[in-house]
């Protein structure tokens, strides 16, 4: 099996890292040729510095970082520093990466490399708000036609919001970027949090992950433990939702989601449901959008320490 070209697009983040880590273990399958970041969780500068700092963790400063846009398309900048931390990697030590980012903006770097690559052969994922995809797509709406595919974190249909009531954080940090995204005719693969949310850390699994003894996993299962800290101050809720890995679980192991066809319209007004997704199941066969309905959560971590360990 040919390794799947793959540029991921983030905001580390806690679970973007974790994301990263299970991408960067698995070479066999996934040829990450880089790495595009987003203001989101935090700033830009820290989210590009802890994609920088998450790959040298895991050996992988062959894979170039582009940093990009610093703030959403229309709306206020809106970050979630509550659920990752000051540095946005919990309270992982951090430090200053020895590899540089390239000089290039994320979003030129996204236009050059999406032309440049034979139509449909890369993948891209993206972990944060939608702010990068969104402007290349303005600026080369082409670019929709020639990715292989989009799996995007985001949104939420059954699961209410996680930010406010109604939106999850990702679509309402950027819901302009979102609704380009969504709206562009790319074939999307959509992971939001009714999905997410069925993939859970638990202390055993924790420990499983630790266990392995590797920077990588270390620093895996410290940010699962940060993050499992702030899901309980969260009532009803056990255990830190793994929704950025979810997107690469899948590229590596399709069988362990569910999809349904679908449609996603993102509410871009000012408001109570700004940033919500309104996800249609009905009637949607011939669509080129899939929701993830269900997630085999035993499998995504079993996959997550198979890679880890590898
Ligand atoms: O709602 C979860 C999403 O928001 C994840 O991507 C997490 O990293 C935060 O960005
Ligand atoms: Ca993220």
């Known amino acids: 099996m040919t390794a799947r070209p793959l540029i991921i697009d983030c905001d580390p983040g806690v679970d973007d890292a974790i994301a990263l880590f299970l991408a960067f273990a698995s070479p066999d399958a996934l040829d990450v040729r880089a790495i595009t970041t987003v203001a989101g969780n935090v700033g830009g500068a820290l989210t590009a510095r802890n994609a920088r700092l998450i790959r040298e963790l895991a050996g992988r400063a062959d894979v170039p970082?582009?940093?990009?846009?610093?703030?959403?398309?229309?709306?206020?900048p809106v970050d979630a520093g509550d659920f990752h931390g000051e540095?946005?990697?919990?309270?992982?030590?951090?430090?200053e990466p020895s590899a540089p980012q390239e000089q290039m903006h994320a979003v030129m770097f996204l236009i050059e490399a999406l032309m440049a690559a034979p139509t449909k052969s890369v993948t891209l994922a993206i972990t944060g708000p939608m702010t990068n995809v969104a402007m290349a797509?303005?600026?080369?709406?082409?670019?929709?036609?020639?990715?292989?595919?989009?799996?995007?974190?985001?949104?939420?249909?059954?699961?209410?919001?996680?930010?406010?009531?109604?939106?999850?954080?990702?679509?309402?940090?950027?819901?302009?970027?979102?609704?380009?995204?969504?709206?562009?005719?790319?074939p999307i693969v959509a992971f939001g949090l009714d999905v997410t949310h069925q993939v859970r850390s638990t202390p055993a699994r924790i420990d499983a992950i630790r266990a392995i003894g590797t920077p990588a996993s270390r620093a895996s299962a410290d940010l699962l433990e940060f993050s499992a800290g702030v899901e309980r101050n969260i009532p009803g809720v056990s255990g830190a939702p793994l929704h950025d890995p979810c997107t690469i679980a899948y590229l590596l192991s399709p069988n362990l989601f569910r999809l349904a066809p679908c449609a996603i319209v993102v509410e871009t007004g000012e408001g109570v449901a700004l940033g919500h997704t309104s996800v249609e199941l009905r009637d949607m066969e011939f669509s080129s959008m899939r929701w993830a309905t269900h997630a085999d959560d035993e499998g995504v971590f079993a996959l997550l320490l198979e890679r880890l360990r590898a």
């Open 137 to 186: 797509f303005v600026l080369a709406p082409q670019l929709a036609g020639r990715v292989a595919e989009i799996v995007v974190m985001g949104g939420a249909r059954a699961e209410g919001g996680n930010i406010t009531s109604s939106a999850e954080y990702n679509i309402y940090a950027d819901p302009h970027a979102a609704h380009v995204v969504f709206s562009s005719g790319a």
């Open 87 to 95: 540095s946005g990697l919990g309270n992982l030590p951090v430090f």
């Open 65 to 76: 970082v582009y940093a990009g846009c610093e703030r959403p398309m229309v709306r206020a």
